[in-house]
């Protein structure tokens, strides 16, 4: 599949309208974290986009940077694609399929010691 | 006697007992208005919204619905209005030496007008293309997601406000149930950079019966205010200096430009227009994001004020109409006579920062602005100049002119020709002392009978003082008597550089000391 074809494909998830979260305000946190050179550079490398809700009583600033970091340092996670939003609460990051799938990668995120509290609910997968 | 009265008032008593519930079916049963806002008459059937992976090409918006300028075109007839509205990300020149990074409904801001009636079908498409390569544009944002929100439609903002990726279209139907004048806006977080970065308009709603008066003019103003700072890599465009929006600005609802639709002294430049004794039609909407307008038209009364756009809710003999963020009001008035009819937010404010206007109904309007006293905004550069002019508007402007004649004391052009620094150091120091000894304040006194006062100032003060009047000897032209004048605009800065612009809580602006 072409570049194009791959941000075309990407783009048509993100239009469907089967929402993984609760489907309130679901394009929004999309749309706070989106950034289309991460969506237009994942498609290229055949890679996928996560974009998870971010939950819990903490201060929403270090969550947001606790997940931020988590997700960083995790393997198959593409460097520099990490993004988090404080309002909505929001992550999203460039994942190589190969490596993990999204929920397995929420997952490990939400174990790291320093995100200990925070809920990570996946809302869409850009693939 | 007092029998026949019992028996009268029982009979009274009743003829009104046995009325009441005639009364009361007569009440129902008479030919009462149809209430127009009855939910039985709405259409609360718009559908369901469409997201696809395919884009708009070719002009940014379309619509026999539409207009782009201030000219509201009239009513379209057809009862079905495909709009389409596309969003860019483009360089916009919001003031005379000032680029702005815009993002835009419709390629422009404010975006289009649109125009339809109660009970009209809104067809609407809207391709972001925030992402498509526009003149100049390399310098803008980074392609991001948008929506659009319709303040006249009563539909699901979850399924119609959604927010599309660049290269979606989103597309629904819906039907306005009242009439007025609405916002429209994109409601992608964070809302308040989308409004403020340029992403509104305005939506006109006609009652079904139409408006109930006949205006020879129609014009659409959409007062917003812009945040903006240099651009901090000091990028230029055509030779111009970008600015970016200012995001601590934005939050601390400290704005350095407020004007009427999208540039500042907008209609100034290229005043509206009417003739006497025309009725003219202002639809006026505040799309803020944050700030509040006292909407006013100098030498006139608003005939009617019609507020948020519905002729239900009406007001007469207005000065001026207050709106809120995101309220509209249409506003009617006659124009009495010739002349230039400046428009203002008399939170006046706002009006040095760019929200004037002019209504040209002929004559003698071309003093227009300076006509009604609002300060120019030519202001110098050096900021020793800038400090000494906000000094002399604020302490000075009483008494003196700077090139506009003799008030109660001299008109002080030229006065850094006619006298050296030291002079006026030690005038402004101590008059008192000056009014003694020397024999030029002792004239001074001689012709305008009123002693100069002493105005406390510091060494600093009146170094900025004697600095603003050499610039002003240096740069100002004479022309009439408008009061202040003006420079050119090569020497002038933008409002946002000056002191005059409002400035951030802790932190003073364009540079003051």
Redesign the interface.
């Given at each position: 599949m072409s570049a194009r074809g791959g941000?075309?494909a990407a783009?048509?998830a993100?239009?469907s309208s089967g929402a993984l979260a609760c489907?309130?305000?679901?394009?929004?946190k999309?749309?706070?974290t989106?950034?289309?050179?991460v969506?237009t550079e994942a498609a290229a490398r055949r890679h996928v986009v996560v974009f998870a809700a971010v939950e819990g009583s903490g201060v929403p600033a270090e969550a947001s940077r606790a997940v931020k970091e988590a997700a960083a340092k995790l393997k198959g996670v593409d460097r520099g694609t990490v993004r988090a939003?404080d309002?909505?609460r929001a992550l999203s990051f460039a994942l190589d399929p190969r490596s993990a799938t999204p929920e397995a990668a929420l997952a490990a995120i939400q174990r790291a010691p320093r995100a200990a509290g925070v809920r990570l609910t996946l809302i869409r997968v850009l693939r | 006697m007092r029998k026949t009265l019992t028996r009268f008032a029982k009979v009274l008593l009743l003829a009104a007992i046995a009325a009441l519930p005639a009364c009361h079916q007569g009440g129902e049963g008479a030919a009462q208005p149809k209430d127009p806002y009855d939910p039985a008459r709405m259409d609360f059937s718009p559908s369901a919204a469409v997201?696809?992976?395919e884009r708009h090409s070719g002009s940014f918006s379309k619509g026999d619905a539409i207009s782009l300028g201030p000219d509201v075109k009239p009513l379209a007839p057809e009862a079905v209005k495909e709009i389409q509205i596309d969003v860019t990300h483009k360089v916009i020149d919001l003031a005379p030496g000032v680029k702005f990074t815009a993002w835009t409904f419709g390629d422009q801001v404010p975006g289009p007008i649109v125009r339809a009636r109660v009970g009209d079908r809104i067809r609407f498409s809207m391709t972001n293309r925030?992402?498509e390569r526009m003149p100049a544009a390399s310098f803008a944002t980074?392609?991001?997601?948008?929506?659009m929100d319709f303040h006249a439609a009563m539909v699901s903002p979850?399924d119609k406000y959604?927010?599309?990726?660049?290269?979606?279209t989103i597309s629904y139907e819906f039907t306005p149930n009242y009439p007025g004048v609405f916002m429209y806006h994109c409601?992608?977080?964070?809302v308040l950079e989308h409004i403020a970065s340029g992403m509104y308009g305005m939506f006109i709603v006609e009652p079904r019966e139409g408006y109930p008066t006949k205006a020879a003019r129609e014009y659409a103003i959409v007062q917003s205010e812009f945040y903006t700072k240099p651009d901090p890599q000091g990028r230029k465009v055509d030779g111009v200096p970008l600015y970016t929006l200012d995001t601590e600005r934005v939050r601390a609802k400290a704005p350095t430009y407020t004007v009427f639709n999208g540039q500042y002294n907008r209609f100034v430049d290229k005043p509206l227009l009417a003739k006497p004794g025309e009725r003219v039609r202002l639809f006026v909407i505040n799309v803020g994001p944050s700030n509040t307008s006292s909407f006013h038209v100098v030498g006139t009364i608003f005939d009617r004020v019609w507020m948020d756009g519905n002729p239900d809710n009406q007001m007469r003999g207005m000065q001026t109409v207050l709106l809120g963020s995101s309220s509209a009001a249409i506003v009617e008035f006659v124009v009495p006579e010739a002349g230039g009819y400046v428009f203002v937010d008399h939170h006046f404010a706002n009006a040095s920062q760019g929200a004037v206007g002019i209504i040209d109904a002929g004559g003698k309007g071309e003093e227009g602005a300076e006509h009604h006293n609002i300060p120019a905004t030519s202001t110098p550069t050096d900021p020793a100049a800038v400090q000494g002019k906000l000094n002399f508007e604020s302490k000075c402007l009483a008494c003196h002119s700077i090139g506009g004649g003799d008030k109660l004391g001299p008109d002080l052009y030229g006065v850094t020709k006619r006298r050296d620094a030291g002079w006026i150091a030690r005038w402004l120091h101590d008059p008192e002392a000056m009014l003694k000894s020397d024999a030029d304040a002792k004239k001074l006194l001689e012709k305008y009978r009123i002693p100069m006062p002493n105005q406390s100032m510091t060494d600093e003060g009146v170094k900025d003082m004697i600095a603003y009047f050499k610039w002003a000897d240096e740069n100002i032209h004479v022309h009439g008597t408008q009061q202040p004048q003006t420079a050119p605009p090569a020497v002038s800065k933008p409002p946002s550089q000056t002191l005059s612009a409002t400035p951030m809580p802790g932190r003073a602006a364009g540079g003051a000391k």
């Amino acid at each position: 599949m072409s570049a194009r074809g791959g941000i075309a494909a990407a783009l048509a998830a993100l239009a469907s309208s089967g929402a993984l979260a609760c489907g309130v305000c679901v394009e929004d946190k999309i749309a706070a974290t989106y950034d289309h050179a991460v969506v237009t550079e994942a498609a290229a490398r055949r890679h996928v986009v996560v974009f998870a809700a971010v939950e819990g009583s903490g201060v929403p600033a270090e969550a947001s940077r606790a997940v931020k970091e988590a997700a960083a340092k995790l393997k198959g996670v593409d460097r520099g694609t990490v993004r988090a939003a404080d309002s909505p609460r929001a992550l999203s990051f460039a994942l190589d399929p190969r490596s993990a799938t999204p929920e397995a990668a929420l997952a490990a995120i939400q174990r790291a010691p320093r995100a200990a509290g925070v809920r990570l609910t996946l809302i869409r997968v850009l693939r | 006697m007092r029998k026949t009265l019992t028996r009268f008032a029982k009979v009274l008593l009743l003829a009104a007992i046995a009325a009441l519930p005639a009364c009361h079916q007569g009440g129902e049963g008479a030919a009462q208005p149809k209430d127009p806002y009855d939910p039985a008459r709405m259409d609360f059937s718009p559908s369901a919204a469409v997201v696809k992976s395919e884009r708009h090409s070719g002009s940014f918006s379309k619509g026999d619905a539409i207009s782009l300028g201030p000219d509201v075109k009239p009513l379209a007839p057809e009862a079905v209005k495909e709009i389409q509205i596309d969003v860019t990300h483009k360089v916009i020149d919001l003031a005379p030496g000032v680029k702005f990074t815009a993002w835009t409904f419709g390629d422009q801001v404010p975006g289009p007008i649109v125009r339809a009636r109660v009970g009209d079908r809104i067809r609407f498409s809207m391709t972001n293309r925030s992402d498509e390569r526009m003149p100049a544009a390399s310098f803008a944002t980074a392609p991001m997601m948008h929506s659009m929100d319709f303040h006249a439609a009563m539909v699901s903002p979850t399924d119609k406000y959604r927010s599309i990726a660049p290269g979606q279209t989103i597309s629904y139907e819906f039907t306005p149930n009242y009439p007025g004048v609405f916002m429209y806006h994109c409601g992608t977080p964070m809302v308040l950079e989308h409004i403020a970065s340029g992403m509104y308009g305005m939506f006109i709603v006609e009652p079904r019966e139409g408006y109930p008066t006949k205006a020879a003019r129609e014009y659409a103003i959409v007062q917003s205010e812009f945040y903006t700072k240099p651009d901090p890599q000091g990028r230029k465009v055509d030779g111009v200096p970008l600015y970016t929006l200012d995001t601590e600005r934005v939050r601390a609802k400290a704005p350095t430009y407020t004007v009427f639709n999208g540039q500042y002294n907008r209609f100034v430049d290229k005043p509206l227009l009417a003739k006497p004794g025309e009725r003219v039609r202002l639809f006026v909407i505040n799309v803020g994001p944050s700030n509040t307008s006292s909407f006013h038209v100098v030498g006139t009364i608003f005939d009617r004020v019609w507020m948020d756009g519905n002729p239900d809710n009406q007001m007469r003999g207005m000065q001026t109409v207050l709106l809120g963020s995101s309220s509209a009001a249409i506003v009617e008035f006659v124009v009495p006579e010739a002349g230039g009819y400046v428009f203002v937010d008399h939170h006046f404010a706002n009006a040095s920062q760019g929200a004037v206007g002019i209504i040209d109904a002929g004559g003698k309007g071309e003093e227009g602005a300076e006509h009604h006293n609002i300060p120019a905004t030519s202001t110098p550069t050096d900021p020793a100049a800038v400090q000494g002019k906000l000094n002399f508007e604020s302490k000075c402007l009483a008494c003196h002119s700077i090139g506009g004649g003799d008030k109660l004391g001299p008109d002080l052009y030229g006065v850094t020709k006619r006298r050296d620094a030291g002079w006026i150091a030690r005038w402004l120091h101590d008059p008192e002392a000056m009014l003694k000894s020397d024999a030029d304040a002792k004239k001074l006194l001689e012709k305008y009978r009123i002693p100069m006062p002493n105005q406390s100032m510091t060494d600093e003060g009146v170094k900025d003082m004697i600095a603003y009047f050499k610039w002003a000897d240096e740069n100002i032209h004479v022309h009439g008597t408008q009061q202040p004048q003006t420079a050119p605009p090569a020497v002038s800065k933008p409002p946002s550089q000056t002191l005059s612009a409002t400035p951030m809580p802790g932190r003073a602006a364009g540079g003051a000391k």
